[in-house]
């Protein structure tokens, strides 16, 4: 699911990392994803089809894993484009998503036309 998660702008990380010592089990956390204060997401790590480690061990088969790297991965329920009515953001949303033990950015949702060709860098 990289290329959903890979767009210029997307994937808004930090403001911290944290390591496996500060974390504990990885696969027990709380994650949610709330638009304009609204939550739309709602779900645990426990729930993934596939685990961290299988993850890893599957990707580092293709292509060499370094300390640091992020693995982008698909969302719990609750996006945009499921159910009967479709809610897609809007320029001037804003989205937190939180990990639990990690941090809850939140980001305003712009509108990429707007920004121009070089994504108004």
């Not at 949610?32 to 739309?40: G, Q, Y």
């Not at 993850?55 to 894993?65: C, K, N, R, V």
């Not at 998503?97 to 108004?120: K, Q, R, W, Y």
């Amino acid at each position: 699911m990289m290329i959903g998660k890979g767009f210029d702008t997307h994937s808004p990380t930090g403001p911290w990392i944290v390591t496996p010592d500060e974390l504990g089990d990885p696969q027990d956390l709380a994650i949610r994803t709330r638009v304009n204060d609204e939550l739309r997401q709602d779900g645990r790590t426990s729930e993934m089809i596939f685990s961290c480690v299988e993850m890893i061990e599957h990707l580092s088969t293709a292509f060499t894993l370094e300390p640091g790297e992020l693995i982008t991965t698909v969302t719990p329920a609750g996006v945009a484009a499921g159910g009967n009515r479709p809610r897609w953001l809007r320029a001037g949303d804003t989205v937190s998503v939180e990990i639990e033990g990690i941090s809850t950015p939140t980001n305003p949702a712009v509108d990429e036309l707007a920004l121009g060709p070089d994504g108004g860098a």
